[in-house]
């Protein structure tokens, strides 16, 4: 296993501290996907992190996703970046559902 540093903007770090997954274990399960076809990485080599204090934290990865990762052409802090984004996204969206449905039955 290896610890990739990455620097993460400080609304997503209280998110994820905040979360019942691990982010090591996000982003192992991504890295998962993309080797298998499933996803691809970003293209983009930068992220909005405009007006974010910056939070450094490591990720977990195995010797393999390490490997993996040096052969691709992907920055690996816009990844966690936008990983984290379509987490939040995705919970916001379950979150305008389920308050459209309990206002349905009112």
């Known amino acids: 296993m290896k610890d ?5 903007r ?16 996000l982003v192992r399960e991504a890295i998962n996907d993309v080797m298998e076809g499933k996803d691809e990485f970003p293209s983009a080599t930068s992220r909005d992190t405009d007006e974010h204090e910056l939070i450094r934290t490591s990720v977990t990865v195995t ?4 490997e993996y990762l040096r052969s691709q052409d992907v920055v690996f802090s816009v990844f966690v970046h936008q990983l984290i ?3 939040m996204m995705r919970e ?3 979150e ?8 349905g039955l009112d």
Request: charged letters at 45%; aromatic letters at 10%.
């Open 10 to 25: 400080d609304d997503h770090y209280q998110y994820v501290q905040d979360s019942a997954f691990t982010l090591s274990g």
């Open 85 to 87: 984004e379509k987490r």
């Open 63 to 66: 010797d393999e996703h390490e």
């Open 4 to 8: 990739r540093q990455v620097r993460l």
């Open 96 to 103: 305008q559902l389920e308050e459209e449905w309990e206002d």
């Open 92 to 94: 916001r969206k379950l």
